[in-house]
């Protein structure tokens, strides 16, 4: 078994006993007023979504310490289908409770408490606007800096709101010490986001970086090099990536993620590679030398360990190809004798980012690089189309417990090759993606 399957539900476990610890300490007190089953439940439903969205603010953090290995991509990703879940209960609390009792509705009755049906309509409403603001970000072209904004705001309001609201029902909180606790309980996420959002800015001012220079690449992208100013730069391990704000201070809306394309050996200096699809990287090309950046960082699991198998295949799409660089240009200084294989698809043979690089660390490395071209050249005589399960059981090496593949690419193509694989029999244990569209 990977040892990546046991850490999982070591931290599922401990995911929900968070989430259940608003719920498990109302229970402690055994309230005196009897109420129907429906109306306990409805109760118990808005306990837990207070707990689970108390939680979510926990893992969203990118806390270094929280399942470091199952990744920020991973993590992120189950961060946003249990949204959608803590939507439903969320929801489903008052329903469930107007439903069972009509007189319920009276919350919701601004004549008989304004400021309390205000405020819970508002947390609804807010529930709501936070869960499809983010499945649909893209789609309603909310920019990226501003959904962080919206994100952040509305969870913190949502979270103290239904704390106070859970804390003034008085049914199951009833009791200063029930109160204290529950209280504390769901205000150590709040302390974390205070953390995320303002005290990791101050201290990264006491490690600052500078713009070293630019290098355009082919595939319209930029590398941007940075340079440490004044401390021992960032230990990192290939395949990781970072958050990068470009401007004379680290309180910035814009802060992107950007993986690696450097060589960890060089702790100093540090470089990252972006192709100009936004507003932010369409800037790179233009960015001078000596411009003051901040870093924070590394996160991510997307890391090769050549130790513990006997081949490595790298799979990528586009600028996916930019982790995979750090890889092997880490590999290449370390002299590591692992054999590799290295599929990269592109569309035009021309806008292959690294193309000539990658010729010359073939020559270095023990590594096959195979250029796949969906609208190839006249003279093209190499692999042409996508990659899909032909290509694989065709050009790569058979299958074994001691293979690992790591892909990084476009969804379509990140989608095809996990399915194409796992058919012919490879472990999904043994398959590390990096998705770079989650944000």
């Known amino acids: 078994m990977s040892p990546i399957i046991p850490r999982a539900l070591l931290w599922l476990s401990v995911y929900v ?51 470091p290995e199952l990744g920020l991509d991973n993590t992120l990703q189950f961060h946003r289908e249990v949204g959608i879940f803590a939507l439903l209960l969320v929801l489903a609390h008052p329903t469930t409770l107007i439903l069972a009792d009509p007189k319920y509705l009276a919350y919701l009755d601004p004549r008989e408490d304004t400021l309390r049906a205000i405020s819970l309509a ?35 309001f949502i979270v103290t709101g ?36 303002l005290l990791r800015a101050l201290r990264m001012r006491r490690r600052p970086w500078r713009v070293a220079g630019t290098q355009a690449e082919r595939g319209d992208s930029t590398t941007i090099t940075l340079e440490a100013v004044g401390h ?22 814009q802060q992107h993620p950007f993986s690696f394309a ?26 001078e030398p000596g411009t003051r950046a901040w870093v924070e960082g590394p996160y991510g699991a997307f890391i090769p360990n050549p130790g ?8 990528a799409g586009g600028v996916g190809i930019t982790p995979i660089m750090s890889m092997l240009r880490t590999f290449d200084e370390r002299r590591v004798r692992t054999p590799l294989w290295l599929l990269y698809a592109n569309e035009h043979w021309e806008d292959v980012t690294f193309r000539e690089e990658l010729d010359e660390l073939a020559e270095t490395l023990p590594l096959q690089v195979i250029h796949v071209i969906s609208k190839p050249p006249k003279q093209w005589s ?43 029999g490879v472990s999904p244990t043994r398959l590390f993606s990096d998705r770079f569209d989650l944000f």
Do not use: N
């Not at 293979?403 to 379509?412: K, S, T």
């Open 17 to 67: 006993l968070l989430a259940l610890v608003p719920l498990g300490v109302a229970l402690v007190h055994q309230p005196t007023e009897a109420r129907g089953f429906w109306v306990e439940l409805g109760a118990m439903l808005g306990l837990l979504g207070l707990g689970v969205l108390a939680v979510q603010m926990l893992i969203t953090g990118r806390h270094r310490w929280f399942a």
């Open 122 to 156: 508002m947390m609804v409403a807010s529930a709501i606007i936070l869960v499809c603001s983010s499945l649909w970000r893209v789609t309603i072209g909310l920019p990226y800096e501003w959904w962080r904004v919206l994100h952040g705001g509305l969870a913190l």
């Open 162 to 197: 239904g704390l106070g609201h859970a804390l003034m029902a008085d049914h199951y909180t009833a009791g200063a010490l029930t109160k204290v606790v529950l209280a504390g309980v769901v205000l150590i996420p709040l302390g974390y986001l205070v953390d995320t959002r």
């Open 232 to 253: 021992d730069g960032l230990h990192f391990e290939p395949g990781q990536f970072i958050w990068v704000t470009l401007g004379e201070t680290p309180f910035s809306l």
């Open 262 to 287: 450097s060589s960890a050996t060089e702790p100093r200096r540090i470089a990252f590679t972006a192709k100009h699809v936004g507003d932010f990287t369409a800037t790179l090309p233009s960015v």
């Open 308 to 315: 513990r198998v006997d081949k490595i295949i790298l799979i």
């Open 382 to 424: 190499g692999e042409t189309g996508y990659i899909d399960g032909d290509l694989l059981e065709r050009r790569l090496p058979e299958d074994s417990s001691s293979v690992e593949y790591f892909i990084c690419g476009p969804d379509p193509l990140m989608d095809t090759v996990e399915k194409a694989l796992i058919r012919q």
